[in-house]
């Protein structure tokens, strides 16, 4: 026995290896059949970063959530459904009417995410993130937006910017999380009103306007008008004062200071000089 062992060992006169035994393709045959069974079957799951597993045994639900990491699973009988847990953002637009009846539609952008521990219960009751969005929080916003805009005309609505934020992002979080629907920030983005409120507006700017500048043109001929009395009043007072000190003697003085010295070479008749009433012939005794 020894010695036909040794002689199946070793190389036959060919020079050829010898062929595996039974045992060894056997084992070759179930490591190859039990890798095609884990890539086919998947006995394993693995749950990304910022998700949860959803774990359903023929297709029911189950009250486990997987966590992020790899989780054994029972092929056939069990599947996973991933679900995205990290923060999403949608923008959706709103139609409504003020307290003054206009038509205003708010572009929301709203912030979300899904609760983790309840992530099988939102799949079960609701679906994937596009029902979620399409059948939970679109009407959510949309109602919430016209009860809130409802409260305030036009002007409130873009005064009061922050106050409408406000109370539109409390009522958003109220009524999605009952749905296991966690609200993490809502921004107005926009505001848009009808083309006939529009051109309302902008004809009331322009009339506005209009009347500033008339209201500016009254004022400066008003002021004009006080300035050119003012004016008026100080050169009547002025002449006024200069009536009651004018005197011969003063307007004689007045000349004999601006006189130069010389005398015209033209006199009057009398011998007087123009504009200053002076006899050459006494000049000098009054010097």
Known sequence: MTGKSTRSALPNSRGMPPLPSANTALYIAGGVTLLLGAVLFRPFVIVNAGERGVVMHFGKVQNQVLDEGIHPVMPVLTSVKKMSVRVQKDDINARAAS???????????????????????????????????????????????????????????????????????????????????????????????????????????????????????????????????????????AQRLQRLTLTSELLQQQAIEKWDGRFPTVMGGNGTLPLVNIDPATLNQRR
């Open 99 to 237: 307290k003054d009846l206009q038509d205003v539609t708010t572009e929301v952008a709203i912030n979300w995410h899904i609760d983790p521990a309840q992530v099988n219960t939102v799949y079960q009751r609701i679906g994937s993130k596009e029902q979620i969005v399409s059948g939970i929080i679109t009407p959510a916003v949309s109602e919430v937006v016209k009860a809130a805009t409802a409260k305030k005309n036009v002007e409130e609505i873009l005064t009061k910017r922050t106050e409408l934020k406000g109370e539109i992002d409390d009522q958003l979080k109220k009524r999605l999380a009952s749905y296991g629907l966690l609200v993490d920030d809502v921004s107005l983005v926009n505001f848009g009103f009808s083309p006939e409120f529009n051109k309302a507006i902008e004809a009331k700017q322009i009339a506005e306007q209009e009347a500033k500048q008339a209201e500016f043109t009254a004022l400066r001929a008003k002021q004009d008008a006080e300035a050119a009395v003012n004016r008026a009043k100080g050169q009547a007072e």
